[in-house]
């Protein structure tokens, strides 16, 4: 999920990341250039250590398997994609193979990755590679970064995939307006976060009051992300607006909408001058046997002042976050 706190200090539930979240490299990196840099702070206040990340979730990546020592691989579309990067870090991290789409193959059910000894079989893939492009005998046809066959392979049961193709319907911004309804229908209880209110323009009412206050919200294609495809009402121009609202009206169930959320704000080093920008968090969950959260996450910042957009395909940045081991009350100053 990722989560933001609002002005007057509730946290909300922006978004559900369930396909192939990422980010998590960013996260462990901060963390290590703070503790060379400020290594007396740690030590002081005790903040919780991340470290271990890499370990839980290969133990999660085995866990899904029924081998007594899986073979694990992490699926990349290749060095083009902008998170390349992670997937390298979290693959040698964990001890895994490396691999692109062609370095695997399919036989008589079974998913294997060509080495120079011959074929090896693969029990897990930790794909980061989007469910359109898995598999061309499934998805797109002409997709080049997954491998033909593996569908089959995780249908007979031969392969574990993480995360399940599938889960990405859990990151679609229309369902998201459902999941308190989800949450109350299927577990019979309330949301601990609330959800930002969601206007779902193929309501007729919805739109209508979308496209006459479309300068005060923030518009989104329901298809997009990465700060994409995204119309911030309070500094667009009245163009931008315009276009919006066509198309809205050509193809209302392409689009939601959100109230602007007033995002709390934190200290920034922006040259010499600590100043105050807006921020995000999105926490880590593992889940094997039992669920296992990060004791920390992804804080990132929107580096333009006065902007909302934290994104870091938009410019934005990100922040260490610590989580304290023991209440802030007992921690002695120095």
């Known amino acids: 999920k990722k989560k933001i706190k609002h002005a007057d ?3 909300y539930v922006l978004e559900d990341n369930c396909r192939v979240p990422s980010g998590v ?12 840099a400020f290594p007396a702070i740690f030590e002081q206040v005790h903040v919780r250590p991340i470290y271990d990340y890499p370990l839980k979730l290969r ?7 029924n081998a007594q020592s899986p073979r694990i691989v992490v699926l990349t579309p290749g060095i083009y994609n902008s998170a390349y990067f992670e997937h390298a870090f979290l693959a040698q991290q964990m001890g895994a193979e490396l691999v ?4 695997l193959l399919v036989e008589n059910g079974f998913c294997y990755m060509r080495t120079t000894k011959g074929l090896e079989q ?4 930790y794909r980061r590679v989007d469910d359109e492009f898995l598999d061309p005998k499934v998805f797109r046809k002409d997709s080049v970064l997954g491998v033909e066959g593996v569908f089959d392979a995780y249908r007979r049961g031969n392969i574990a995939i993480a995360n399940a193709p599938g889960t990405g319907v859990a990151d679609d911004k229309v369902v998201y307006a459902f999941m308190p309804e989800i ?7 309330e949301p601990v976060l609330p959800n930002v209110p969601t206007y779902l323009c193929w309501r007729p009412k919805d739109c209508k009051y979308v496209i006459e206050n ?4 923030v518009v989104k294609m329901a298809n997009q992300s990465g700060g994409y495809g995204m119309l911030m009402g309070p500094s667009s121009t009245e163009e931008e607006r315009k276009m919006f609202i066509t198309n809205i009206q050509k193809n209302p169930r392409d689009y939601i909408a959100q109230p602007v959320m007033s995002l709390s704000r934190v200290p920034t080093l922006i040259g010499n001058d600590l100043e105050g920008r807006h921020v995000d968090l999105r926490p880590f969950v593992l889940f094997a046997n039992s669920p296992s959260v990060m004791p920390g996450g992804l804080s990132r910042v929107a580096l333009k002042k006065g902007s909302l957009i934290v994104n870091s395909s938009q410019g934005g940045g990100s922040k260490d976050t610590w989580v304290l081991s023991q209440p802030e009350s007992e921690i002695t100053h120095a």
Do not use: A, T
């Open 9 to 11: 200090g509730q946290f």
């Open 25 to 36: 490299s960013y996260v462990l990196g901060n963390r290590e250039i703070m503790k060379r």
């Open 59 to 65: 133990e999660m990546l085995e866990y899904l398997s």
């Open 100 to 103: 692109e789409g062609k370095d």
């Open 122 to 125: 693969v029990d897990v893939i």
């Open 183 to 189: 949450i109350k229908y299927y577990l019979d209880e």
């Open 214 to 217: 479309i300068g005060k919200m």
